[in-house]
């Protein structure tokens, strides 16, 4: 099970970090990602972080350099670090978790457990 938070209402340049946390071991053992969905549009990839740390995180290429996707595995923990953030980024985002191939973290359809939630908002 995952609940995500740390959503909220932010000026444009501002910045907020979200959290997801999880039961158990769950990324030690899954791939972690966040996805978004604006209204009226599809749920779009954000960031990956691997399981196992081998491999450097992805990222949509409209939030690179913006946001760093990280977790804390003592934690049961992931994290995404928003800043610089835009009215375009105004979405719900969600986090999830796959154990499909790294190569596929960008496809929400191969991630199995998804987190509820969380609103973002940023003013202009």
């Known amino acids: 099970q995952l609940q995500a938070s740390g959503g909220g209402l932010v000026q444009a340049g501002g910045s907020l970090r979200l959290s997801c946390a999880a039961s158990g071991r769950t990324f030690i053992q899954f791939h972690g990602g966040w996805f978004r969905q604006a209204p009226g549009k599809e749920r779009e990839f954000v960031a990956a972080i691997s399981r196992n740390g081998a491999t450097s995180p992805r990222y949509a290429d409209s939030v690179k350099g913006r946001f760093t996707i990280s977790k804390d595995n003592a934690k049961n923990t992931m994290y995404l670090q928003m800043n610089s953030l835009e009215p375009e980024d105004t979405a719900v985002y969600y986090c999830?978790?796959?154990?499909?191939?790294?190569?596929?973290?960008?496809?929400?359809?191969?991630?199995?457990?998804w987190g509820q939630g969380t609103q973002v908002t940023v003013s202009s």
């Open positions: 999830a978790v796959t154990t499909i191939l790294w190569g596929y973290v960008e496809d929400a359809r191969r991630y199995t457990n």
